[in-house]
Structures are given as structure tokens and as C-alpha cells.
């Protein structure tokens, strides 16, 4: 039988690997003795890095006027790819190693500003799932530029469009959806540049459905990274406080990606997303739809919202409650 420890290396290279019937045995037994079974399963305690917080605010400061660059020039020059290559891309990097992404999704909260740091806060959330589905140092690199660059073609729209309070008009709406284009124009020709940046900025709003814009592409036809990019954008925008909504708590964040999402984006992708977002909760105290509380000790791989908790009366399986939910999480 394979041991939980044997077990633990691959975390780094895969996503969440379903577990078997032995090793749920073998978690049952450790919380049975009392033992912690987080400790020999889990990695995700990676403590908050201050200089990291530093440099990732600085990041989005140097964005900002990166981009301010690209709209004044109409263009992207040279030195302006450089320092996002040689600045900014390595503390974006530095940021994705860190596997608390709950931690990250509280600094990730943009008050402000939400149109530059948004670029960041995407650039490490893919990069984040990248290194999760094991990919090479090259691939990451490229897929991490992307990100970043995603949205560099809302520099082609008015700042009247982009920072409107109310709704769009339909007009508004059809340049908005724009920058996709304008997007992969600005990047296309740029030399040395990996096919999918530009690929990315012109795909990131597809959907695996075919519903996406602007070429309603499906399936195979959008590039991995643009799938990549498209969860990591939607995440960042849910999670953040924006001009015309607050917010949303991250496990409200992880039920509406788990339960709206799967037609929209790849579901292998998304559910490992979903799961490492889901582990992060392990350890927290949450409080039921039936108002009963309890300790969360295990997710699900295949439901990772039906989590297993340790609770005054004993140990509850989600699974098994129908019509109950998390209602929230204590304390954050
Ligand atoms: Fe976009």
C-alpha cells in the first residue's frame, strides 16, 4: 500500500491527485488516534512573506506606469517588455511559490487601482495553477507574461469606458470586449516574443463552450495558456473589491467557480484550481447552513466544497448532508 508520505512529493508536480479508499482509511485512523492528518498530507502552510507583499505592491505601481507608457505611445516599446521580463515577471514568480492562496487571495483584494493591479494579481494566480499542473521553467515563463499582458490591449480604450460607474452601453460594451483584439495586435509582431502572450490576450475571454468573445472559439481551439489566464482572471475579478460590487468571500469565490464554471473552462484545470483553493481551508473553523460549526479536516477531490469536519458531535461528512452547506468561513 502506498504511504501518504510517498504520496506528498507529487503535490508539487500535479494537481490534486484524488485519494484512494486506503489513504482515506489511513486519514481516518490518524484522526482517530488524534493525530493531524494535514500535517502528513497537506503543504500548504507556507507563512506570509512581508518583503513579498512589498514587492508585489511595487509591482503593480511599476504597471501602472508601464502601461500609462503603452497608451501614450500608442505601442509597446522594447524597454517596456524588458522591465516586465526582468522586473516584474520575477516577483510574480516568487509569489505563486507561495501555496497559501488564501493568504494571497486577502492581499489580492484591491481596493484601488483595480485595472493595473488586476494585471498582477492574474499574472500570479496562473502562474500559481502553472506550477501546479507541473509546468517546465520555459512554459511557466511564457505563461506568466501572458497573464501579465493580458489585458494590455484596454490601453487602446477610452478612459471614460474603462473607468465608468454605471453600466455600459451597448456601444461601450463592444469596444470594451475590444481590447481582446487590440490586445494581440499590440503583441503579435513583438520579436522573441512566445506565441501565446499574444494568443492569450486575444483568447483570455473565450469560453470552452463557444459563449466567449471575440471568436466564440471552443474547446481545443483556445491556446492552454488562454485557458489558464481566463481562470485566473475571472477569479482575481470575483475576489476583488471593484467600482460596482464588493469582494466576494473566497469560498462564495470557490462555490459559484465550482458550481457555473465547468462549461465555461476547462475542467481538469478548473477543478484542480478549485481543489488547492479548497485545501487551503483545511484547518479553519466554518460555520454550517444548519448553524451547527466545526473545524474543516478533509476536502473532497472530486466535490472539494463537501468537506469532511470535526464538530461538537462528531465528524460530519458533507457529502452525506444534503441541503447543507458552508455558510462561511469564522473569523476572516
Ligand atoms: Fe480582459
Redesign the pocket.
Known sequence: MRTLKNRKGKLNNKAFPPLTIPEIDIMMAQLENGEDCRSSYSEYQALPNVDINKKISEACFQMKDLLQDIRNNGYMQLEVLQTIQMDIAPVILESAKNPDIHYLFEQLKAGSEYTYSHNIGVGIIATYIGRQLGFSQKNLSALTLAATL??VGKTKIPESILEKWGKLTAAEYEEMKR??IYGYELLKDIPGLPPSVALSALQ??ERENGKGYPLKLEGNDIHPHAKIVAIA?VFHAMSSNRVYHQAMPFHKVIEQMNRDMFDKFNPEILLGFVTQLTSTLVGKEVLLTNQQTGKIIMINPYDPLKVLLNTETGIVDLRMEEGCSIERIIGS
Do not use: L, Q, V
Request: glycine content about 0%; hydrophobic content about 0%; cysteine-free.
Open positions: 493580458h489585458d481590447h481582446t483570455h475571454h482572471d
